[in-house]
Each structure stands twice: as C-alpha cells, then as structure tokens.
C-alpha cells in the first residue's frame, strides 16, 4: 500500500481522472491534452507510463519536458493553494490536480493551457 500519493501508480488515478472529465462531458482526449502539455509526453509515451505502472514521483521525474508555463497554474486544490506547495513533486502532481478539475469544470481549453492555442484535430 502506498505511503503517499507520490507512490501511487499513475495507471490507477488515470482512469479516476477520465472518468472525473467524461461525468462533466469532456473527453479523453482533452484530458490527454492537458496532461501531454503540461509534462511534455507525447501520446505514446503517456500509454508507455499508464502501461508500466510508473509511480507519480517516477511519472514526472521522467516528464519529458514540464511546461514552462506550468508555473502560471494557480488556485485550490484540496484545500491547498498550489503555488504556495514548497515540495517540488507534490506541487506538480497538484498542478496535475488542477488541470484535470479545470478541464471538468468545463473551462475553455486556450485558459487551461494557460494561453497557448490547442492544436487543431
């Protein structure tokens, strides 16, 4: 049993955050969307990650680049303001956190991407 949330498997809250966008009539798709923007995977290697099991402190210690703008995110999450997170994994995993709520919540996707434009398709 995991100890903490870092230790949790990326596999087993992927599917709780889909399920979260798709109950509020977003898609996957946007999901993957914000995820791939803010940790630089690419579609495979977001499948790569779901598929090995990764832990969340392996997920983004493997990011493949985390969004320059990521720092741009702000607001509550569980009752914590996410810029003010002093531990750097437990704030990106906040971030996270923050992305999937904005992307429930229904938020156009040029604010949830913190001003850049969603790719076309």
Do not use: H
Not at 17 to 45: A, F, M, P
Not at 47 to 72: C, G, K, W
Not at 73 to 98: A, N, S
């Amino acid at each position: 049993m995991p100890k903490d949330i870092s230790e949790m498997s990326f596999a087993s809250i992927y599917p709780l955050y889909v399920k979260k966008v798709e109950r509020k009539g977003r898609t996957r798709e946007e999901l993957d969307r914000v995820i791939t923007w803010l940790t630089g995977y690419d579609e495979q290697g977001l499948r790569r990650a779901i598929d090995a099991e990764v832990d969340l402190a392996t997920f983004f210690a493997q990011a493949p680049a985390m969004n320059p703008n990521a720092s741009l995110i702000t607001g509550v999450v569980c009752g914590v303001r996410v810029e003010e997170i002093e531990d750097p994994l437990m704030q990106k995993i906040r971030y996270l956190d923050k992305l999937v709520d904005e992307v429930a919540r229904g938020k156009k996707m040029t604010s949830i991407l913190r001003g850049e434009p969603a790719p076309a398709g």
